[in-house]
């Protein structure tokens, strides 16, 4: 079928809106109308050329839609399912997937065409890549069917997109990830799409204490709406020195949630004795980050994260129950919906710090 998307051609270039080709889908693939997709860091940094990607490219990997055609061999959603979409494709079958961490896969691989079978999207004769397994800055995407998971219908799919990424990455850091405990301390760097959803996180798990910090005044504002207890800009203040007064200590826990080597740095100096720091953001290709080894007499630790180590097929349907119960918020995490067209400016809005979430919608 041919649907239109917005293809990335170069880096730093904004992307065209053109109209491509999707396959039909193969035994174990689903087409899936899309109706939502957020705009993510990880788009803008994979636009910007921090994150390599095959081109030309259809960015977006926060999609929720509706099941519009199935393969034969699918059986986790049919026609109709409201669906949300993750990256996290898991072969089932490598050491990583069997022991239970399908979010680190070592073959998902297995899960894509291969190389001489035509592409699931294409434009003419060239070869157009769906960005990580998915390309949800388009009017449908073709997945295979581990990329997929059935919610409930009664829950608006600009909401259940967020899903796909920011919340599933930062929720999961604090519940999978860090495993939180109740009744501990948290720092969190970085109050953006998936720092809140780590504050969010941290919040459900019960940590008496949550300090955000980011420079942006009217993300702090927003990140005690979202369950902070303190913030911190560091613009005026010294953050490790202000954490440890706060916590009486130091943090139990502190998150990065931007990709920055220096947060990283203070995220490890403001830990308590034992305490666990989590990179969750993208560092850019080619940066170090510096510690003082002395540190880890005290039992620190730093720890990575991907895609908040998830289970996506439990995890999505788990959050999103918690968001219809209240005690998870989407609602305020999309600062706006805009169609297709406007997604070059939703990446300004990135960058300028106006948002929380952009979220794509199709008619
Ligand atoms: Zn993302
Ligand atoms: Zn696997």
Redesign the pocket.
Known sequence: MQIKAAVMRATNQPLTIEDVDLAAPGPEEVLVKTVACGVCHSDLHTMQGNIATPLPTVLGHEPAGIVLAVGERVRNVAVGDHVIACTSL?????P??VRGW?HL????GACRRGADDAPRMSNGNELIHPYVDLGGFAEAMLLHFRAVVKIDPSIPLDRAALVGCAVTTGVGAALNTAQVAPGSTVAVFGAGGVGISVIQGARIAGARQIIAIDLNPRKLESALKFGATDVINPDQTDVVKAIKKMTRGGADYAFEAVGVPKLLEQAFYCLAPRGTAVLVGAIAMGQTVSINPGHFFQEKRIIGCMMGSNRFTVDAPHYLELYRQGRLDLDGMVTRTVPLDQVNDAFRAIEAGEVTRTVLTFN
């Open positions: 898991f072969c089932g079958a490598c990583q997937c399908p896969c070592t073959d998902r």
